[in-house]
Each structure stands twice: as C-alpha cells, then as structure tokens.
C-alpha cells in the first residue's frame, strides 16, 4: 500500500487559492488518487479522483504529474467553510486490497477571515 | 436514498458493558467499511465486507471487538466487554464498485464513550 506524506496544517486567508500537496513515491502503476474533506463531527466525503494528469470538477481541482509520485489538490477562492481536515489516499486498484480506503493524518486547513 | 445511517449518535456506557453500533449502507452498495476515529490514532480502518463477507478484519484491535452483516441492508459492530480506550467516534461507510470510480460515503458516526 503506497504510504503518503501531506502537511499537518495549512493557513489561508478567504478569497486565496489553496494547494494543498500529497506525496507518495511508491506509487504502482494500477493505483489511483482520491481526496476526502472531512468537517468537524461529521465523516469524510470525498472530493476528487484522479489517475494522471488534471481532473476538475465543481469543487477543486487534482494535478498529477507525469512521474504520478505526487499530487496536489487546488481548492479556489476558498471561504471560511472550506476549514476542514483533507486526505489524500492512494487506492491500490487490483489485487486483495483493491481500492481499499487507508486514511492518514490528513491536512487540517484553516481559513481565516 | 437517506445516505448511511448509523445508530445510535451517541452512547454513554460503562467499563464492562457490551455495547452494538449498527449501520444501514446505501441501498445498491456493495462494500461496507467500519473506521474508528480518535485524536491520536486517527482514522483507522477496522474491518470491511464485500457482498456482506467480511474481507478484511487485520484492524480490529482485539477479540473483544466483532462484526456482522447479516444481509445487504444491515450491518453492526459489537464491543464486548467494552474499555474505557475504546472510546472514539465509529464511522461506517459504503460504496459500490463501477470500473475505478470509487466513492465511498460515509455516516454521521456514532460517538462512543466508555466510562
């Protein structure tokens, strides 16, 4: 299962684009990158997937370079209720752990007004 | 659909007590996962199923905890006898599995305290 390493806190002010970056240099070839938000007292909920490339959807954006050892997600102009912890999980895609989710410690972002 | 309801929200139970948490998934999702969330553990995987068999159970702290799921629609985690560092929030989430697309929801957790 291909470990990964993201910051334990980020700062933003409202308004400010925020990237947020994930590393995983064991990554194989059949995995895939999926980001969850989680708000306090509520369960995670997922955000964005993505294989390589650029992936966009209505809520943040997911860059991944060619070598696909890491990630970054982009949130927009975020505001004060985008204050949440994110994780990034890379899903093993085949064999017995086959997109099994393993959470780490997660990036806890703070907005600030 | 009402998304993963887990029941109850909260439990308050003492030292020695056994205590069940259950779970509804999603209708139609066939993977069911059980996590156990505290501040310095984190999230933790403890067991998840597929078509209602368990798959993997390695993040089950001990033999006091156990879980079934009887049909599609139904699952639980029993605690017994249940520790006072067993306290945590308990999450259960589904998904079902179309290609690579992978999203799993997840419930209001239930918030565990053994006293």
């Known amino acids: 299962l291909a470990k990964t390493t993201q910051p334990i806190s980020m700062d933003s002010y409202e308004g400010q684009e925020v990237n947020i970056t994930c590393s995983h240099n064991?990554?194989?070839?059949?995995?895939?990158i999926t980001w969850y938000q989680q708000f306090p007292s509520q369960g995670p909920r997922f955000i964005i997937q993505?294989?390589?490339t650029k992936v966009t959807n209505e809520v943040a954006s997911l860059f991944i370079p060619a070598d696909r050892k890491s990630s970054t997600l982009s949130l927009p102009r975020v505001s004060l209720s985008d204050t949440a912890v994110y994780y990034c999980?890379?899903?093993?895609?085949?064999?017995?752990?086959?997109?099994?989710?393993?959470f780490g410690k997660g990036t806890k972002l703070s907005v600030i007004p | 659909d009402a998304g993963v309801i887990q029941s109850p929200r909260h439990e308050v139970t003492e030292m020695g007590q056994e205590v069940t948490l259950r779970c509804k998934p999603i209708?139609?999702?066939?993977?069911l996962f059980w996590y156990r969330q505290t501040m310095m553990r984190g999230l933790e995987l403890l067991i998840y199923?597929?078509?209602?068999?368990?798959?993997?159970d390695s993040g089950m702290p001990e033999d006091r905890f156990s879980a079934k799921m009887p049909n599609a629609s139904f699952s639980t985690l029993k605690i017994q006898p249940s520790e006072p560092r067993d306290s945590a929030v308990y999450f259960c989430?589904?998904?079902?599995?179309?290609?690579?697309?992978?999203?799993?929801?997840f419930g209001q957790g239930t918030r565990l305290t053994v006293v």
């Open positions: 989430a589904s998904r079902t599995q179309q290609g690579t697309y992978t999203e799993a929801f």
């Open positions: 064991n990554i194989a070839t059949n995995d895939y």
């Open positions: 993505g294989y390589k």
């Open positions: 999980l890379v899903l093993e895609g085949s064999g017995a752990g086959s997109y099994q989710l393993t």
């Open positions: 209708s139609g999702h066939d993977y």
């Open positions: 199923f597929n078509n209602n068999v368990p798959i993997d």
